[in-house]
T-cell receptor
Framework: GNSVTQMEGPVTLSEEAFLTINCTYT??????LFWYVQYPGEGLQLLLK?????DKGSNKGFEATYRKETTSFHLEKGSVQVSDSAVYFC????????????FGKGTMLLVSP | DADVTQTPRNRITKTGKRIMLECSQT?????MYWYRQDPGLGLRLIYY???????NKGEISDGYSVSRQAQAKFSLSLESAIPNQTALYFC???????????FGEGSRLTVL
């Protein structure tokens, strides 16, 4: 079946450090890939997405590249801020149309001043 | 007002009680979902509905039921709550072909 594996957290960084959160997936066919972010006390919101191999999604300084050869979609940011402290979820949609999202377990990021 | 509204936001109840969590949306989306979030387990799909007349079980539907009263309303019921149903519950919607889900702010349920 479909699955998403993320690195365990928490990831603890100082402000302006480089961030990588690893995400790998298992799926048949050509899934779409997503990163969602959950700020404290809130619901999840879409951060970025990629729908085909080699696509790069980007938003708010975050980037992730859809790597089909390594079945990965790692999240990166060059310089994190305290306001980036949140839980980050990698997710996949196995096929277009009416299908559901499968989420990873989430990775908590804590950024200190 | 939020596009996806969940009520109640917080609820404490006792084992054996029936609980209903409600979700309404103003986005005009046809698809609605209920997820459960537990620490270390991420989000797990309970039930989903692609249309008013369509109801589907997710990966952890045992102990839960749903009702799609209208395109904009999707409620989740726990017929007889048990302590391991203590969790944060999220309703979400989607529309079109982007795959993007829009989440409510969550309903925190504690079963004593």
């Amino acid at each position: 079946g479909n699955s998403v594996t993320q690195m365990e957290g928490p990831v603890t960084l100082s402000e302006e450090a480089f961030l990588t959160i690893n995400c790998t997936y298992t799926a048949t066919g050509y899934p779409s890939l997503f990163w969602y972010v959950q700020y404290p006390g809130e619901g999840l919101q879409l951060l970025l997405k990629a729908t085909k191999a080699d696509d790069k999604g980007s938003n708010k300084g975050f980037e992730a590249t859809y790597r089909k050869e390594t079945t990965s979609f790692h999240l990166e940011k060059g310089s994190v801020q305290v306001s980036d402290s949140a839980v980050y979820f990698c997710a996949l949609r196995a096929q277009k149309g009416y299908s559901t999202l499968t989420f990873g377990k989430g990775t908590m990021l804590l950024v200190s001043p | 007002d939020a596009d996806v509204t969940q009520t109640p936001r917080n609820r404490i109840t006792k084992t054996g009680k029936r609980i209903m969590l409600e979700c309404s949306q103003t986005k005009g989306h046809d698809r609605m979902y209920w997820y459960r979030q537990d620490p270390g387990l991420g989000l797990r799909l309970i039930y989903y509905s692609f249309d008013v007349k369509d109801i589907n079980k997710g990966e952890i539907s045992d102990g839960y039921s749903v009702s799609r009263q209208a395109q904009a309303k999707f409620s989740l019921s726990l017929e007889s709550a048990i302590p391991n149903q203590t969790a944060l519950y999220f309703c979400a919607t989607s529309g079109g072909n982007t795959g993007e889900l829009f989440f409510g702010e969550g309903s925190r349920l504690t079963v004593l």
